[in-house]
């Protein structure tokens, strides 16, 4: 099979794969199926590689797993080569990585950037899909592969007169490129999840005026952040392999567990001892010091009131405080926020707080934001309010397989996958990292090499005994949906309104979309389902 001319070609042609999405799961999968023989043709919506982190630009956007963690496992030479300068890298350091392995292994030659998937249509008779982008490229391929990424849709709240507002308006997840100077203006943040706790701090030091609007509060922990010395980075070097062993069986793709005793059944000197090691560790690990941490609210109860008294003992003002305090969800069931001087933020003289359960938002005007009580002046508004997650950036393509049935009408009642790989009805597509895997619970990186892995296997499985078409049965969809969801449910997490549940947008089923069993736990059921034989799967002849 001819290979296409790099990247850019927009004449009709065939190739193996089509892959969409030139993230870090994208950026392996490009690799892993060159590797395997394929040809393939990529498309990325950005201008270039990185995905999240090519976009998320905001400041202080940083990472919450350990830079040596969020990493790239498949290369021994790059693991040794590459030094990271911090224990938590920031976005301008992350990107600089993926820049590296991008040009190390030729990654961007057979991606066309600044392209949109439009539609990608399986034509039954053919047994291929069809391929168009806004740049007018029409390509058939026998695979489709989506790496669009879970946090790539960004959400902006239909806001009454957001349009009308004279000022500058941005996204956290589209943040200009050349960074904004924010030196003397009144600024208002709409939202404190991730990207509004990690850019508050910093936006406090540059406005003359910075006014938070929180709708729900969130529980963060400071990212206990450090500079990397050279002996630090010698030792992780020399144990990688062992790091990486671990990370693989954990629950969340990083060499850490959780103390396997009930949180109730050490004594209090105990708990508050482990409490005090993972809050100084720092970050989302907090939330698994116990592990029933997240699913026993007794248990819960004691790492709320510990981050509650931490959260206090910063903050000058108690009222503010208590406005800070979430009461709508247990600790954990949201991600905990990784964050530098958050709550210490609101205790600067430029700094109010609007807490929008007690005064909602009622519009956007010319000159800022208007609540039920009170009016801002605004010179810019920032719009730190996340993203349509896990579906979001699939159902913006119109996906369409078997009988005319686009994706979007197949997830009308929420997303329905196998292992959070195939769907029934759209042959020959895999999903990377999305609703029905551990995505967005386990470290991303290790996660998409290990989809990258799957599927490239699963295709030369297809191709040795030859195969023409491959597609997750419903049988074994509806048990998979349903193992997600009883899985779920004995845990404190679908307690929570989370993006986890797609609550953060209007009319988005109420289902809790990632696997929650833990990475080791899924990747063993993934090996499992692959040794024998893929079952769950049926497989078409080429012959028949």
Known sequence: MSK???GHSREAATVDVVLVGAGVSGMYAMHKLRQSGLTVQGFEAGSDVGG?????RYPGARCDVESVDYSFSFSEEVQQEWDW????ATQPEILSYINFVAERFDLRSDFAFDTRVLSAEFDEEASLWRVTTDQGHDITSRFCIFATGCLSAANVPNIEGRDTFAGNTYHTGHWPHEGVDFTGRRVGVIGTGSSGIQSIPLLAEQADQLCVFQRSANYSVPAGNA??????????????????????LSGGGSPFTADPRSALEVSDEERIEAYNKRWTLGGVLFGKTFADQTSNIEANDTARRFA?????????DPAVAEVLIPKDHPIGTKRIVTDTNYYETYNRDNVTLVDLKSDPIEA???AGIKTMSEHYELDDIVFATGFDAMTGALERISVTGRGGVTLKQAWEAGPRTYLGLGVPGFPNLFIMTGPGSPGVLANVILAGEQHADWISDFITYLDDHGLRTVEATTSATDAWVEECSERASRTLFPSANSWYLGANIPGKPRVFMPFIGGFGTYRQICEDVSASGYKGFEMVAADD
């Open 227 to 248: 500079v990397l010395d050279e002996a630090t980075r010698r030792e992780q070097k020399a144990n990688y392999a062992e790091r990486r062993r671990l990370s693989r």
């Open 364 to 366: 956007i005007d010319e």
């Open 52 to 56: 999240t982190w090519y976009f998320n």
């Open 4 to 6: 296409p001319s790099p």
């Open 85 to 88: 300068s911090e224990k938590y």
């Open 308 to 316: 509650e008294d931490k959260i206090r003992s910063v903050i000058d």
